[in-house]
């Protein structure tokens, strides 16, 4: 059988363009002992694949021009040679971008059987939930009573960090790029939303939005957004700095923040991190985050592109804030 597949076409220069991305056809081979056929049914566009897009080295290695693209992905089984991996059995790799594949199920997780989308084992359920109560719980060590600022606060991570920082008992200051997102961060429950993009002076409306300072910064964009969380931070304040979307287009070096000083006269500590590193402590975020979402504590956020066409269009949308909740493309 035929599998649709999307490769990386050229490397893109600032924002992607459709014509970095090419699709192609592929026969797959026939199953042998211990393999499966799996067809899959949802994948992920995440702005970390941005960086892969870079021929350069890094915490993952780079996409390569002509090789098909990896991603989060959740498929079905529809043959197998695997006992392990039955027909019909659900399951989670890093095998998107593609229709179809067959493996020997070496780097691929079973779902368990749940009333609720698999879908959001790719979303609040997988790396992005875990990646907001890895920054808030094991990095930033959020307190009841702190004062949370988040970045990119309607995204996959961020509308999870901004959940769970008011069950954490935090009054959440969040940061967004359009009025819509603000308001339905509203409705989740955060204290104050800031639109960014019609903000003159974000140090300003930061300082607006919460007079008595911030404790904890949760750190998605960079940029003007660091400079201001840097005016803002109380004493010993801490920041969890999970990404930098705001860079990931730059075709020259960005200037850095000019209040670095800051760290010093706030005595701040500031951490990156990676949440692969903290992959073994994924039972215990699951089950939280299952009870969470079973009892609507936590709200799923979804934004679905149909088709695997639509892949890289889905993809660069994340620049361009096409999306609240997880961005996810939904295979036919
Ligand atoms: N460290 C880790 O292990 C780890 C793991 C997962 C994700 N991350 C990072 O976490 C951040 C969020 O990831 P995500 O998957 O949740 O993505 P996401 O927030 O769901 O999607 C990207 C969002 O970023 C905002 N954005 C795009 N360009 C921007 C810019 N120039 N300035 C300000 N905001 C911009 C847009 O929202 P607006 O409409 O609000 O602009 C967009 O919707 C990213 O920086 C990502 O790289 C890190």
Redesign the pocket.
């Given at each position: 059988m035929n599998a649709n597949q999307i490769l990386l076409n050229s490397r893109p220069e600032g924002l992607p363009t459709a014509d970095n991305f090419k699709q192609t056809s592929v026969e797959l081979p026939t199953i042998t002992s211990g393999e499966f056929l799996v067809k899959n049914l949802w994948m992920s566009v995440?702005?970390?694949m941005r960086?892969r897009m870079i021929d350069r080295e890094s915490y993952i290695a780079p996409f390569q021009i002509g090789q098909v693209l990896e991603g989060g992905s959740i498929g079905e089984v529809i043959e197998s040679n695997n006992p392990e991996f039955p027909i019909g059995s659900r399951v989670s790799a890093m095998h998107g971008w593609r229709s179809h594949y067959v493996t020997d199920g070496s780097d691929h997780t079973r779902l368990p059987n749940t009333p609720m989308s698999e879908s959001h084992f790719l979303g609040v359920l997988g790396?992005?939930g875990m990646?907001a109560w890895?920054?808030l719980t094991r990095i930033a060590a959020l307190k009841e009573g702190d004062t949370l600022f988040v970045?990119?606060?309607?995204?996959?991570?961020?509308?999870v960090v901004c959940q769970l920082g008011k069950l954490m008992g935090a009054k959440v200051v969040a940061?967004?790029?359009?009025d819509e997102?603000a308001a339905h961060l509203r409705d989740l429950g955060v204290d104050a939303v800031i639109n960014?993009?019609t903000t003159k002076d974000l140090s300003a409306a930061l300082k607006q939005a919460a007079p008595q300072g911030i404790d904890v910064y949760f750190e998605?964009?960079?940029?003007e957004?660091l400079t201001a969380a840097l005016n803002n931070m109380n004493d010993h304040g801490r920041i969890a700095?999970?990404?930098?979307?705001?860079?990931?287009?730059d075709t020259a070096p960005t200037p850095g923040p000019n209040n670095l000083g800051m760290i010093i006269i706030k005595k701040l500590k500031i951490e990156?991190?990676?949440?692969?590193e903290h992959w073994d402590h994924y039972p215990e975020f699951a089950k939280q985050m299952g009870q969470w979402l079973a009892t609507g504590a936590v709200k799923a956020e979804q934004t679905i592109y149909q088709g695997l066409e639509q892949a890289p269009a889905a993809f660069i949308?994340?620049?361009?804030?096409?999306?609240?909740?997880?961005?996810l493309v939904k295979l036919d």
């Open positions: 995440d702005p970390y960086g790396m992005p990646t890895t920054g970045s990119g606060a309607a995204g996959a991570v961020g509308s940061s967004v790029g359009s997102k960014y993009k998605n964009v960079g940029g957004h700095v999970c990404g930098m979307i705001s860079q990931y287009n990156g991190f990676i949440v692969f949308g994340l620049f361009e804030g096409k999306n609240r909740g997880k961005m």
